[in-house]
């Protein structure tokens, strides 16, 4: 007799009672997904809600430095380009602040912890520009390595987080376009233009470097463990040197490390060691520009308050 | 001022299905719908948008009822292995079974 023409029980999905936490990281730990209104541990709302809450921070805090630029920007296409790479990462930091909210943070205790210095947002964010070749190179390679580990986060444990990825990472293909388009021009330009590139390359290689933190023991990382993201820091910089240093080699660039080499028997790069000292440093408020791009935020909350004010005044007055 | 979440569904092209996007926080259905806008329509990339408030959604998450724990293989077409049945009944219509 056919198996088919019986009835079999099944295994089903395994599930967890709220309030088992066992359970609870049994499932993630298998690949098992959450929801917002799922019951979670009080361990897993928080360290969500900080990696995410840190996530939105640096796209709201990483528009100040390309925002200097949109009255510099050489055209109008470019000017178009680079004012709605702005609004996308704005529309990303709403889009994140909405997950964390729904972890229990209001969105204005996040943006005043944020302006009072309490909570953190990416190393990057914390150096001047220079030059126009500074913005390619950021849309670029800033880019490049945010999505790098962005694309390892839609498969994050917290769906909300992991479907907003999804979305967060196809308009950031749109950015690493722009600024490859950028460098390439200024690329294709005079020497001085290539010199520009190369000397803005040099300001930024060691940020880009840091910036996705110094290699941690996997089996202490938490994150990892709970799946909230599904890569280290080591391998994202490993895949990030993988992709990126070919294609910035092949344009005539050279890399400021004269210890960057593929091991290719490891199968692992090699590189001077970043500063992580200094890493720690620039992220708790510390770097060139922290403070002047905070104090940019603080003003720019307080002449903004009273739009927030119409809006919901209004918003009251209909109801 | 309280606000709501509203959640956001998204049509990519005329006859698609609508596709949960994301949602958003507003006090009221005039700038809720504004905030959708922005977020899930500002490149083109949406051919219909629904915004429902949250609390308007009645949510069924219960095993016992979506994935009770019986085989339900007879509800799908997969469930029919007639590959071996068929190959004997085509010989048997021929006329080659004993």
């Known amino acids: 007799m056919n198996d088919a023409d019986t009835i079999q029980p099944l295994g089903g999905p395994q599930r967890y009672a709220a309030g088992d936490a066992d359970a609870f990281f049994a499932h993630v730990g298998s690949g098992g997904k959450v929801e917002a209104d799922d019951w979670m541990p009080d361990e897993y709302r928080a360290a969500v809600l900080k990696f995410v809450e840190m996530h939105a921070n640096s796209e709201l805090m990483g528009v100040l430095p390309e925002r200097d630029w949109i009255m510099r920007a050489p055209n109008l296409r470019r000017k178009l380009a680079l004012t709605s790479k702005i609004q996308d990462e704005v529309g990303h930091a709403q889009l994140l602040y909405r997950v964390a909210e729904d972890l229990g943070k209001p969105r204005t205790e996040m943006l005043a912890d944020l302006l009072a210095g309490k909570t953190k947002f990416h190393n990057v964010f914390h150096y001047p520009t220079k030059s126009w070749a500074d913005v390619g190179i950021i849309a670029w390679l800033v880019d490049a390595a945010a999505i790098v580990s962005q694309q390892a986060l839609r498969d994050s444990s917290y769906a909300p987080y992991a479907r907003t990825m999804k979305k967060i990472c196809w308009e950031e293909s749109v950015h690493i376009m722009h600024g490859r388009d950028v460098v390439l021009t200024l690329m294709n330009g005079t020497t001085s233009q290539r010199a520009m590139v190369q000397e803005a390359l040099d300001r930024w290689w060691g940020p880009l470097m840091q910036m996705h933190g110094p290699p941690t023991d996997p089996a202490k990382d938490k994150d990892l463990h709970w799946k909230i993201k599904s890569k280290n820091n080591e391998q994202l910089r490993q895949e990030f040197l993988s992709i990126y240093v070919p294609r910035i080699l092949e344009l005539g660039l050279s890399i400021p490390d004269p210890e960057l080499r593929h091991d290719p028997d490891e199968g692992r790069w090699h590189y001077t060691e970043p500063d992580w000292a200094g890493l720690k440093s620039v992220v708790t408020g510390h770097g060139p520009a922290s403070e002047e791009r905070l104090e940019f935020r603080r003003v720019n909350f307080a002449e903004t308050q009273w739009v927030r004010d119409a809006l919901l005044g209004s918003a009251t007055a209909a109801a | ?98």
């Open chain 2, 1 to 98: 001022m309280t606000e709501r979440v509203w959640e956001v569904f998204r049509q990519e092209d005329e006859g698609d299905p609508m596709v949960h996007a994301g949602n958003v926080n507003a006090p009221d259905e005039e700038l809720a719908v504004h905030y959708a806008r922005e977020f899930y329509g500002r490149r083109g990339e949406s051919h219909r948008l629904w915004v429902v408030p949250r609390d308007a959604v009645t949510e069924l998450d219960d095993p016992d009822l979506l994935k009770p724990p019986f085989d339900r293989s007879h509800k799908r077409p997969g469930g029919y292995i007639i590959k071996h049945k068929l190959e004997r009944a085509k010989e048997r219509a021929r006329g080659d079974a004993t």
